[in-house]
């Protein structure tokens, strides 16, 4: 399958990447299959920035990582004008699975929920709900495990019918092609049944991130199993922020990752997995942040998840949401609604250089930037051929994604809804015509 790198400098350090795309090749498999999507944004947002000066000059007044903002937007801007002088095509591959892509409704299925902007079948998700938030539930792998297995072969799938009691919440597929599991839904019949697609060699245990025990007990029994380690050579996190527009309900948009109330519980419950038990030395830990400076505190203070986990930073990736034309999806220089996200990467340490007054040294840490079209809420550019360069053995290295939405070739996910995005129907095989789509949302 083609990369998802559509464009990349000479040093690597500005990349343009394709969002889909990046998901459908870390799948590990030579069929080409697309992954529903949105239609790529042609023009950016409307803009809500405050109008007035005084309204402006009140959210400068709360903003005390100024100078860093404007580290970013001159980083950002160089890397605009450099894809620009050498890359006059759309920055983004075509997206052919999209919901526009759907021309009618299916009669046999029921449209009921709307995930992402997409209508999704009533049964598939219930199948894959927790709290009726449409991500699968682990109780529907223990409720309908049973001891007996059917194995057959099509389409270079090795067809995996139910899970084995013992496995429950955690299922690794040792093959090195594509395993297809099938979950019941609420009745006997075919058509009850959901199948997800597991890419070769890797494995996902399905469970609330707060508790992180059986998760660490099922990585050191699979990797027994195997005779292998059973620590991670990367982790990568992207955690639940707390998020005003989601106060009520304390969930982003179509996903059961709960936002938490606040900073301190997200980091209680961070400390709590410790993760750093499953930390091989000299691993690699990213974790994406918000531009609130609290959020980047709580991450890189002395005190912070890096400091307690003996990690110290190596870089800094600004991933900037771009329309398929090239232009940000905000402005550079917005003071409410910032066109960028940021991923702290971190190299676990024996002895960790202790910052000076919460302010990290920054001096001997690398900044690169991504652009991408943005996607799905959320979604973010799978990072697995960006960081296989930055392993020790980039064919053979264990990796580990936490709050995970979608599964990936050779890794670990780990998640309430880590195999949500592998749902049969949330893909399309590149023979298939766009009528065929409308199961996916109807």
């Known amino acids: 399958m083609p990369s998802p790198i559509i464009w990349q400098n000479e040093a690597k350090d500005v990349t343009l990447i394709d969002i889909p795309r990046s998901i459908e090749c870390a799948q590990g498999t030579t069929e080409i299959r697309h992954l529903q999507s949105t239609s790529p944004l042609e023009v950016p947002f409307l803009s809500n920035e405050p109008k007035s000066a005084s309204g402006k000059a009140r959210l400068q007044q709360h903003d005390r990582e100024d100078r860093l903002h404007e580290e970013y937007r001159s980083l950002l801007n160089a890397a605009l004008e450099e894809i620009r002088g050498a890359f006059p095509k759309a920055w983004c591959l075509p997206r052919p699975f999209t919901n526009e892509s759907t021309p009618h409704q299916s009669k046999k299925r029921k449209l009921t929920h709307d995930v992402d902007g997409f209508k999704t079948k009533v049964q598939p998700t219930q199948a894959i709900e927790t709290g009726g938030r449409g991500a699968l539930s682990d109780r529907s792998i223990q409720d309908h495990a049973d001891d007996g297995e059917a194995v057959t072969s099509t389409g270079g799938y090795r067809t995996r019918v139910s899970f084995d009691a013992e496995e429950r919440r955690v299922f690794s597929n ?204 959320s979604r973010k550019p799978c990072l697995k051929e960006l960081i296989e360069p930055m392993m020790p053995d980039p064919k053979r290295y264990r990796a580990l994604e936490v709050f995970a939405r979608y599964l990936v070739a050779g890794w670990w996910s780990w998640g309430n809804e880590c195999i949500k995005f592998n749902w049969e129907c949330y893909w399309q095989k590149e023979c298939e015509k766009p009528e065929k789509l409308a199961l996916a949302n109807g």
């Open 174 to 377: 040792t093959s090195d092609q594509p395993t297809t599991i099938y979950i019941p839904g609420n009745g006997d019949s075919e058509e009850h049944r959901h199948s997800f697609n597991i890419p070769p060699g890797s494995s996902f245990y399905l469970g609330d991130c707060a508790d992180a025990k059986p998760l660490r007990d099922a990585v050191r029994d699979r990797a027994r199993q195997a005779d292998s380690t059973h620590l991670f050579n990367f982790i990568l996190l992207d955690p639940p922020w707390p998020n005003s527009s989601v106060k009520r309900t304390h969930h982003t948009p179509s996903s059961t990752y709960a936002t938490s109330p606040s900073l301190w519980d997200l980091r209680e419950m961070l400390l709590d997995t410790k993760i750093e038990l499953l930390m091989a030395e000299e691993c690699l830990i990213g974790v994406w942040i918000t531009n609130k400076p609290a959020v980047r505190e709580l991450v890189l203070h002395d005190d912070g998840l890096f400091a307690c986990w003996g990690v110290q930073l190596v870089e800094e990736w600004a991933w900037l949401k771009t329309t398929i034309h090239g232009e940000p999806v905000s402005p550079l220089d917005a003071v409410w609604r910032k066109p960028y996200e940021v991923l702290l990467l971190g190299r676990k340490r024996r002895k960790v250089a202790a910052p000076d007054d919460a302010e990290v040294k920054t001096s001997n840490v690398q900044r690169k930037v991504m652009l991408a079209v943005p996607d799905l809420h």
